[in-house]
């Protein structure tokens, strides 16, 4: 295992590195609120943080990221635009597998910037991969915006496009609300028992807890709603299969959602978005043809990001976690800004790992 | 040194897991008073028995302080991460069958699957401006079925006893709970949601993995598993 004494230095390296590339050092707690915590990310957070508590404070997580601590901070007291960098340690449980570290060192750059997000976009992943270049990793990206424009773009009511919105970051769950609005799941034999009624609502159950009649209610009427509603035409899932299938060098990718932006012009501008970005990263000199661009990546473990998303791999070492990743979150602070938001983009790097792939450990 | 097998040391558990043994002809037995938490095994040798409250077994069995030990599947599942690689399951008993199962109030006209109760979930979030609750000890087992399951927007609130109460009592929404029959639910106008089990448990004999043991202790456990009749 990395030396601690070496993980700091490296870490410092990477640090100042950042501070030069323009950033603001920035430190934050290791002990935050859960509340916050478990508001933003849900029940999940509890597996993957350690949580203590006090008869004072109540419960606290032991940092399990920089992300949320250096949004609230910026949201309280940044100006615009900023850029910060950090390093220290973060925090995560491994109940299922105990090779993986439950503490490691991070440093980060984050830039909050409102004026271009594609060359915001591109100068993180730039820095990245000029500082990772000497350990030959593979970078793979992707872009949730797109996937959730062809949501936005479906041919079909708000409820069902809200549900699938919802579970963007839940690959399974979104396929099984495309095979049900599709009609390709049939409709389960209590629910369709429940729409037979006239009056679902008239029973001789006592009503009890917080859930009052009118959301029961609302909710019949919501499921009668989606059962009028015509099933999702098959071209139209197709197009979505396309779409999350798309799997290539950056500017081949780039043509092959242009393909499908034809016959669903909802993604358009994300299409538009993606080439600003391919653009912006070759002026910043990184090769795009030989990048890798995945539509379907950063679906199951960066639940925050919900834009341009990229991660760092040693393709030799598939053992090992990514050494860096990254990417777009403009709707966490939207969601922290209570009411404030700025576009967002950065990404962090495991000295500790870096270490690892050199060999020097 | 000597084979330890740590059996609950009250009630039904206790003495189905002592019929179970002696119907095997493996006669185990409390010694001295009731109160005297000591026990004695006969017609196999090298094997002591040690009484353990059955929340405590898993914990005894992960630090190889006892080799064998009866307790549920649901409390091997929740306290020891990556089980499988913790302990060994020799065999399931037949006895102490209870399963996990999410409930939601007979109200709920509406909520019948998963996939309902993660919609009423979304909605009850937007309207009341928390996540729905789910009262519940057993949070990993739920966390995991739930997360398996893809619904979000809940959170789950600890309760260590009359977990069925709580949603009269407006403390949660829903309740994840051991349950045999389902006469406690009913008296609490509850309902299981047709795919919510989310594990079926019972009394299961458990071999530790990392216990220590000499030559002599392999001969003993040999002995006593051929006189039981199972394969180890």
């Known amino acids: 295992m990395p030396h601690k004494a070496e993980i700091r230095a490296r870490a410092s390296q990477l640090r100042a590195a950042f501070e030069t590339a323009g950033a603001h050092p920035v430190e934050t707690s290791v002990l935050l609120p859960a509340e916050v915590l478990l508001d933003l990310y849900g029940e999940d957070i509890r597996a993957r943080a350690y949580v203590t508590s006090d008869s004072l404070r109540g419960e606290q997580m032991l940092r399990p990221d920089f992300t949320v601590p250096v949004v609230q901070m910026h949201m309280d007291h940044g100006a615009e635009p900023a850029r910060y960098t950090y390093s220290g340690e973060v925090f995560r449980r491994q109940e299922d597998d105990s090779d993986r570290a439950n503490e490691y060192t991070q440093v980060g750059y984050e830039v909050f910037d409102r004026e271009n997000p594609a060359a915001a976009d591109a100068e993180v992943f730039a820095l990245f991969q000029k500082t990772l270049t000497p350990l030959n990793l593979r970078a793979a990206t992707g872009d949730i915006g797109v996937l959730k424009a062809a949501v936005l773009g479906l041919e079909t009511t708000d409820a069902r496009k809200r549900a699938l919105l919802r579970h963007i970051w839940r690959p399974r769950r979104f396929r099984a609300l495309m095979d049900r609005f599709s009609g390709v799941t049939p409709v389960p034999p209590s629910r369709a028992a429940l729409l037979a009624q006239d009056t679902p609502m008239a029973h001789e159950f006592p009503v009890i807890g917080m859930r009052t009649t009118e959301e029961i209610s609302a909710r019949i009427d919501a499921l009668k709603d989606d059962a009028a509603a015509a099933p999702l035409a098959e071209g139209q899932v197709a197009l979505i299969d396309a779409l999350l299938g798309v799997r290539e060098a950056m500017p081949f990718a780039l043509e092959h959602l242009r393909d499908i932006a034809v016959d669903m012009p909802a993604i358009t501008e994300a299409v538009f978005r993606l080439k600003d970005r391919m653009d912006a990263l070759a002026a910043l000199g990184v090769d795009v043809e030989a990048l890798d661009f995945e539509a379907n990546y950063g679906r199951t473990q960066m639940e925050y990001y919900d834009g341009f998303v990229f991660g760092f791999y040693a393709a030799d070492r598939p053992d090992l976690p990514p050494v860096a990743t990254g990417g777009r979150y403009d709707a966490l602070t939207r969601v922290l800004g209570q009411g404030r938001s700025i576009p967002a983009v950065g990404g962090v790097i495991r000295p500790g790992l870096m270490l690892e792939v050199e060999g020097a450990l | ?232």
Request: proline share 2%.
């Open chain 2, 1 to 232: 040194m000597t084979i330890k097998l740590g059996v609950p040391s009250k009630g039904r558990l206790m003495e189905k897991t002592f019929d179970w043994f002696g119907a095997r002809g493996v006669s185990l037995s409390r010694s001295g008073s009731d109160r005297e938490y000591a026990g004695a095994v006969e017609g196999v040798e090298g094997v002591e028995l040690v009484l353990l409250s059955a929340g405590e077994i898993p914990r005894e069995l992960s630090a190889g302080r006892i080799h064998l030990g009866v307790t549920g599947t649901d409390l091997i599942r929740e306290k020891l991460g990556q089980w499988e690689q913790q302990v060994e399951e020799l065999a399931l008993l037949g006895f102490g069958q209870a399963d996990l199962i999410i409930a939601v109030p007979n109200c709920w006209v509406d909520v019948d699957t998963l996939d309902d109760l993660d919609a009423a979930a979304s909605a009850f979030r937007a309207k009341h401006g928390f996540r729905l609750r789910i009262a519940t000890k057993y949070h990993r087992l739920v966390r995991e079925f739930l997360r398996d399951n893809g619904v979000a927007d809940y959170q789950l609130v600890d309760s260590q006893g009359a977990t069925e109460g709580t949603v009269k009592n407006l403390t949660a929404e829903a309740v994840a709970d051991i349950t045999s029959t389902g006469e406690t639910l009913r008296a609490n106008h509850l309902k299981l949601l047709a795919d919510g089990m989310a594990l079926a448990s019972q009394a299961t004999l458990f071999r530790a993995r990392k216990a220590p043991m000499t030559a002599q202790d392999r001969l003993a456990l040999k002995a006593l598993v051929t006189k039981l009749g199972i394969a180890a």
